[in-house]
């Protein structure tokens, strides 16, 4: 009988590891937006996530760990749903010769997945205040968003845009017409509040993000049309 309990608790241990440690990551999150790093309290995640104290040293070797972690933890969950179109998208800019129509398809694509994972109901989005004060105030944290996720899809998004407009894509006003593009998505969660109240919507359901996507592709026929390119 022991020789046959022995796994099962070993697997139990394992489950109960890994749910304190993503629960201090979740805590972390919430936590190091809000305050961030200097002012987020070790003591105050651990007791939000239902944990020691000294767990944090336990599972991450303590605050630094735990920051660069909560960090790690946002380019994860990003590139499952935006990794596929990322690789469509660098397999595609790769090829000899390449259609305007081809490329804007993959476009669309990857900036609807950005666009499910930017914009998402608040209580479901624990991280979004984190990425933004990485955005005001870069740390480490923002070095590993960045390397991790941000500049895959910018690199991929103006690769894209500059075969659509016929450009090279060291041309600065690509990389411009890059963020004017995504900015058109992250105004939505950075000035949600603002967006949500004007709109007369008390959250962002599927609906309200296929109008989002909608119009973004619009805007973006009209970016890549060919008087827009020809003003290049």
Not at 29 to 48: N, Q
Not at 80 to 100: F, H, Y
Not at 105 to 127: C, H, K, M, Q, T
Request: aromatic fraction near 8%; glycine fraction near 6%.
């Amino acid at each position: 009988m022991s020789m046959v309990a022995a796994p099962k608790q070993s697997a139990i241990q394992r489950t109960r590891s890994e749910n304190t440690r993503q629960r201090l990551i979740d805590a972390a999150l919430v936590a190091f937006g809000a305050y961030g790093f200097d002012g987020a309290s070790t003591r105050r995640i651990a007791e939000k996530a239902g944990a020691n104290l000294a767990a944090i040293p336990y599972y991450f070797g303590g605050k630094e760990g735990l920051y660069r972690a909560a960090a790690q933890s946002v380019v994860e969950e990003c590139k499952k749903e935006i990794s596929p179109a990322v690789q469509k998208a660098n397999w595609l800019c790769a090829q000899r010769e390449v259609s305007r129509r081809a490329a804007l398809r993959v476009l669309y694509e990857l900036l609807d997945r950005f666009s499910s994972v930017v914009i998402r109901p608040s209580e479901a989005d624990n991280w979004s205040s984190f990425v933004m004060r990485e955005q005001l105030q870069p740390g480490a944290a923002f070095e590993i968003l960045y390397e991790g996720i941000m500049r895959e899809v910018s690199q991929a998004c103006m690769r894209l845009l500059a075969i659509a407009l016929n450009r090279r894509g060291d041309n600065p006003e690509i990389a411009v017409r890059t963020h004017t593009i995504l900015g058109q998505i992250t105004v939505f969660q950075t000035c949600r509040a603002v967006a949500l109240r004007i709109l007369g919507w008390q959250e962002y359901s599927p609906q309200h993000l296929k109008l989002i996507q909608k119009i973004v592709r619009e805007n973006i026929d009209q970016i890549t049309s060919s008087r827009a390119a020809r003003r290049q």
